[in-house]
């Protein structure tokens, strides 16, 4: 597993995804970029990319939001999905705790919503947002 800067190579990739996303679909491949926002990533394995992540800078409450695209399931199946989350997110928990208080995301997606409740201890604050606060040691 790697993470990898988005490039402009991968925008025909990201935005066939967002366009099957009912979710995203309208967005602009190019708000994935890295440069925008906090920071922007792809996550891949060897067989290609898993998603795409946006962190944005801290917002009035101190949280970084956290934003993902996944793929369409006939490019990344479920397990190589689940594989890099696992990986993935507490790499962006660590990073997010050194910028900010918590992270922050919003979905209707029960599966993401109760994988992040149970992995990774979100919470909901309502208005389909969930939260990670950070202790402060």
Same mark, same amino acid.
């Given at each position: 597993?790697?993470?990898e800067?988005?490039?402009?190579? @991968?925008? #025909?990739?990201?935005?066939?995804?967002?366009?099957?996303?009912?979710?995203?679909?309208?967005?602009y491949?190019?708000?994935?970029?890295?440069?925008?926002g #906090?920071?922007?990533?792809?996550?891949t @394995?060897?067989?290609?990319?898993?998603?795409?992540?946006? #962190?944005?800078?801290?917002?009035? +409450?101190?949280?970084?939001?956290?934003?993902?695209?996944?793929?369409?399931?006939? @490019?990344?199946?479920?397990i190589?999905? #689940?594989k890099?989350?696992?990986?993935?997110?507490?790499?962006?928990?660590?990073?997010?705790?050194?910028?900010?208080?918590?992270?922050v995301?919003?979905?209707?997606?029960?599966?993401?919503? +109760?994988?992040?409740?149970?992995?990774?201890?979100?919470?909901?604050?309502?208005? @389909?947002?969930?939260?990670?606060?950070?202790?402060?040691?």
């Amino acid at each position: 597993m790697k993470l990898e800067d988005t490039i402009l190579e @991968d925008t #025909l990739v990201l935005q066939r995804w967002i366009d099957a996303d009912l979710e995203h679909a309208g967005g602009y491949a190019i708000w994935w970029m890295t440069g925008n926002g #906090l920071l922007c990533f792809k996550v891949t @394995d060897s067989k290609g990319p898993i998603c795409f992540v946006r #962190l944005n800078k801290p917002d009035a +409450n101190n949280r970084v939001a956290i934003h993902t695209q996944f793929a369409p399931r006939e @490019d990344v199946s479920k397990i190589r999905l #689940l594989k890099g989350m696992l990986w993935c997110l507490p790499i962006v928990i660590n990073f997010a705790r050194e910028k900010s208080k918590g992270l922050v995301f919003t979905s209707t997606s029960e599966t993401l919503i +109760n994988f992040m409740k149970i992995k990774f201890s979100f919470i909901s604050t309502g208005n @389909d947002n969930y939260v990670l606060d950070f202790e402060v040691v």
